[in-house]
């Protein structure tokens, strides 16, 4: 199986500030069709996750330009800019290139 | 809008089978794939399998000996039967809307399901 790594496992953010989230893949996801099957999704505390980013960098339906996400390969980061009080919460990469999909174990996003 | 919802017994006996449903509106199981997954308490996320548009499935082999999905599309349901519980497998367990291309789009709100005696 894929084995999806994060950094950091927390991180501490002022609110308006700028952070990023990096997921770190055990091989390429780069699939045999040319797509890169890698998202984010953020879980808000008590809540189930939630999809913020597909195929690397494409925003799902109704994300905020606040959050993008960039990187190939095996190597992918997921900015956050102008941080608000709604963006806290754990947030996870994770792949649908090769079966099974599989997930990052996850960054904690918490207010300093 | 696309909706789903889990439901099942939130307390199952060790060694017993959990059965869990997932109930969708807003999109036709006969041409959406949906997925289970789950999430131990504090813990990440684990695919569990897939029931795809077309009726096959997909297991993930760490417990596919124990599980199988299926699906009533004229109720819009999907089903997880797992069995042979044990107290790892205590967790909230999600049902998601899962597409090739963008992964898993919606998800449901979950339901927690405790192994113990």
């Known amino acids: 199986d894929v084995v999806m790594t994060q950094t950091p496992v927390s991180l501490s953010v002022s609110l308006g500030g700028q952070v990023s989230i990096s997921c770190r893949s055990s091989q390429s996801l780069v699939h045999n069709n040319g797509n890169t099957y890698l998202s984010w999704y953020l879980q808000k505390p008590g809540q189930s996750p939630q999809l913020l980013i597909y195929?690397?960098?494409n925003r799902f339906s109704g994300i905020s330009d606040r959050f993008s996400g960039s990187g190939s390969g095996t190597d992918f980061t997921l900015k956050i800019s102008r941080v608000e009080p709604d963006d806290l919460g754990v947030y996870y990469c994770g792949q649908g290139t090769q079966y099974p999909p599989t997930f990052g174990a996850g960054t904690k996003l918490e207010l300093k | 809008q696309v909706q789903l919802k889990e439901s099942g017994p939130g307390l199952v006996q060790p060694s017993q089978t959990l059965s869990l449903t997932c109930t969708v509106s807003?999109?036709?199981?006969?041409?959406?794939?949906v997925s289970w997954i789950r999430q131990p308490p504090g813990k990440g996320l684990e695919w569990m399998g897939v029931i795809w548009s077309n009726g096959g499935t997909d297991y993930n082999s760490a417990i596919k000996s124990r599980l199988s999905i299926s699906r009533d599309t004229s109720k819009s349901q999907v089903f997880l039967k797992m069995n042979s519980l044990q107290t790892e497998d205590t967790a909230m367990y999600f049902c998601?809307?899962?597409?090739?291309?963008?992964?898993?789009?919606?998800w449901g709100q979950g339901v927690m399901v405790t192994v113990s005696s």
């Open positions: 807003g999109l036709s199981l006969t041409s959406n794939s």
């Open positions: 998601a809307r899962i597409r090739i291309t963008t992964g898993f789009d919606y």
């Open positions: 195929k690397v960098s």
